[in-house]
């Protein structure tokens, strides 16, 4: 695997609040990273500075050897940074296909008109992207008539086509029964493994982070505690102490199912 995003000594502080404390981590190219932690342990702090929403007091974000610290959302979207949220970015009053269009059409700068030969030239490949998604029979319905893993799967198929080198996914799993969230990462995982493309991922839901991610991240206080496999973080003892409370966690590896 070759090294996608690299993120070196990020440091960020609100007043007298040091919320990241010289955070230091890699996600390579087709691997799967998920970032978790406590409240207050500046994961979410460290994902906003990743994905250009916080410019960071001191350190380096980089795609693939290229400097992206501190770079707008627009600009990173254009470097190749795609990223879904927890509440769904679609347009509503859409079709699922035109979204997936749309979306096309501002990764290649082309006009934005639904009825432009552009749009049209689009369609074959909006077609496949919901192909591969399991999303081609919902192509004409409106993007407000899904379900909500179907909204989210809209969205993972909005991200794809910016041809991603790297997808951030805050909270993916938020809200949605416990089969839709295995549906919605075996999806996204597999996706990115195909694509080569890393994923980094923060996530509440344990059995998601030890049941999908290749190697799980963990902050406290602004500051990483233990990184590597999930076995490995499973038993750490400060991990536990921190963050698992001492629970057991038993998530089944489902890596084997999308490899």
Same mark, same amino acid.
């Given at each position: 695997?070759? =090294?996608?995003?690299?993120?070196?000594? +990020?440091?960020?502080?609100?007043?007298?609040?040091?919320? =990241?404390?010289?955070?230091?981590?890699? !996600?390579?190219?087709?691997?799967?990273?998920?970032?978790?932690?406590?409240?207050?342990?500046?994961?979410?702090?460290?994902?906003?500075?990743?994905?250009?929403? +916080?410019?960071?007091?001191?350190?380096?974000?980089?795609?693939?050897? &290229?400097?992206?610290?501190?770079?707008?959302?627009?600009?990173?979207?254009?470097?190749? =940074?795609?990223?879904?949220?927890?509440?769904?970015? *679609?347009?509503?009053?859409?079709? !699922?296909?035109?979204?997936?269009?749309?979306?096309?059409?501002?990764?290649?700068?082309?006009? *934005?008109?639904?009825?432009?030969?552009?749009?049209?030239?689009?369609? @074959?490949?909006?077609?496949?992207? @919901?192909?591969?998604?399991?999303?081609?029979?919902?192509?004409?319905? &409106?993007?407000?008539?899904?379900?909500?893993?179907?909204?989210?799967? %809209?969205?993972?198929?909005?991200?794809?086509?910016?041809?991603?080198?790297?997808?951030?996914?805050?909270?993916?799993?938020?809200?949605?029964?416990?089969?839709?969230? $295995? &549906?919605?990462?075996?999806?996204?995982?597999?996706?990115?493994?195909?694509?080569?493309?890393? %994923? +980094?991922?923060?996530?509440? $839901?344990?059995? !998601?982070?030890?049941?999908?991610?290749?190697?799980?991240?963990?902050?406290?206080?602004?500051?990483?505690?233990?990184?590597?496999?999930?076995?490995? !973080?499973?038993?750490?003892?400060?991990?536990?102490? =921190?963050?698992?409370?001492?629970?057991?966690?038993?998530?089944?590896?489902?890596?084997?199912?999308?490899?």
């Amino acid at each position: 695997m070759s =090294v996608a995003l690299e993120v070196v000594g +990020l440091k960020k502080s609100f007043g007298g609040l040091a919320a =990241v404390k010289g955070v230091d981590f890699v !996600v390579n190219s087709g691997e799967a990273v998920a970032l978790i932690g406590p409240n207050g342990a500046g994961k979410t702090t460290t994902f906003n500075l990743i994905n250009g929403q +916080l410019m960071p007091d001191a350190g380096r974000v980089t795609l693939h050897g &290229a400097d992206i610290t501190g770079m707008p959302p627009d600009a990173l979207f254009r470097r190749g =940074v795609a990223r879904t949220f927890q509440i769904t970015a *679609t347009f509503a009053s859409m079709s !699922v296909q035109e979204n997936v269009q749309m979306a096309l059409m501002s990764h290649h700068g082309t006009a *934005t008109s639904l009825f432009s030969p552009a749009h049209r030239a689009y369609a @074959l490949h909006a077609r496949d992207l @919901l192909q591969q998604l399991g999303l081609a029979d919902q192509a004409d319905r &409106a993007a407000a008539e899904l379900a909500y893993g179907d909204l989210k799967r %809209l969205e993972l198929a909005m991200a794809f086509a910016n041809t991603p080198q790297l997808l951030l996914m805050d909270e993916p799993t938020a809200g949605m029964a416990p089969a839709e969230r $295995d &549906a919605l990462m075996r999806l996204a995982v597999r996706a990115c493994r195909e694509r080569d493309v890393a %994923l +980094l991922f923060t996530e509440h $839901d344990m059995d !998601v982070v030890f049941g999908f991610a290749d190697r799980v991240i963990v902050m406290n206080r602004g500051r990483v505690i233990a990184q590597g496999t999930p076995d490995e !973080v499973r038993v750490n003892d400060e991990v536990r102490a =921190v963050y698992l409370g001492g629970v057991e966690i038993n998530a089944t590896d489902k890596r084997a199912a999308h490899a």
